[in-house]
T-cell receptor
Framework: AQSVTQPDIHITVSEGASLELRCNYSYGATPYLFWYVQSPGQGLQLLLKYFSGDTLVQGIKGFEAEFKRSQSSFNLRKPSVHWSDAAEYFCAVGGSSASKIIFGSGTRLSIRP | SAVISQKPSRDICQRGTSLTIQCQVDSQVTMMFWYRQQPGQSLTLIATANQGSEATYESGFVIDKFPISRPNLTFSTLTVSNMSPEDSSIYLC???????????FGSGTRLTVV
């Protein structure tokens, strides 16, 4: 069965500092991996996805993520965070196209001025 | 990318009643997915709806409580039946939007049961 673990419930970083949010997955084959962001009272926005190919994926808003098969990880990074990045971040895993995706428990990001 | 219209956006309902949530997509899609997001929690998949067949429910969710219809390739409904305060959540529909866009989500239905 597929599953996703986001070990960090809440992270606080200073504005301008670098960020890394952790995501570990369990899936029996090559996974489809996603990062979504949800701002307070807002819907879900796709930041980036990995289907195949280059394991370093670039997304919107300056985010990137690296797929590491040996570690079953898909960590999200940003070199310099902005106050507007404060939100809830969800990692998700799925299988082939049009199959269901399962979400991790989420990491809440706070930005220290 | 696909545009999803979800209605209603929010509702306050009496316990014991039912609410039907509609999800309309502007393109034809094979699978539609229904999720629940309880307050302060992540998204939990309720069921997968495939046009022309019964929906497939995840563990912990049953058809009697969450009946789903999928009459065509652009539309689906989720009904929350015999509601209790524990059903207060945000309910979201989603579609797989092709390799360039991943999965797109509706804006959600915020349900409060009193």
């Amino acid at each position: 069965a597929q599953s996703v673990t986001q070990p960090d419930i809440h992270i606080t970083v200073s504005e301008g500092a670098s960020l890394e949010l952790r995501c570990n997955y369990s899936y029996g084959a090559t996974p489809y991996l996603f990062w979504y962001v949800q701002s307070p009272g807002q819907g879900l926005q796709l930041l980036l996805k990995y289907f195949s190919g280059d394991t370093l994926v670039q997304g919107i808003k300056g985010f990137e993520a690296e797929f590491k098969r040996s570690q079953s990880s898909f960590n999200l990074r940003k070199p310099s965070v902005h106050w507007s990045d404060a939100a809830e971040y969800f990692c998700a895993v799925g299988g082939s196209s049009a199959s269901k995706i399962i979400f991790g428990s989420g990491t809440r990001l706070s930005i220290r001025p | 990318s696909a545009v999803i219209s979800q209605k209603p956006s929010r509702d306050i309902c009496q316990r014991g009643t039912s609410l039907t949530i509609q999800c309309q997509v502007d393109s034809q899609v094979t699978m539609m997915f229904w999720y629940r997001q309880q307050p302060g929690q992540s998204l939990t998949l309720i069921a997968t709806a495939n046009q022309g067949s019964e929906a497939t429910y995840e563990s912990g969710f049953v058809i009697d409580k969450f009946p789903i219809s999928r009459p065509n390739l652009t539309f689906s409904t989720l009904t929350v039946s015999n509601m209790s305060p524990e059903d207060s959540s945000i309910y979201l529909c989603s579609v797989e939007d092709g390799p360039n866009y991943g999965y797109t989500f509706g804006s959600g239905t915020r349900l409060t049961v009193v």
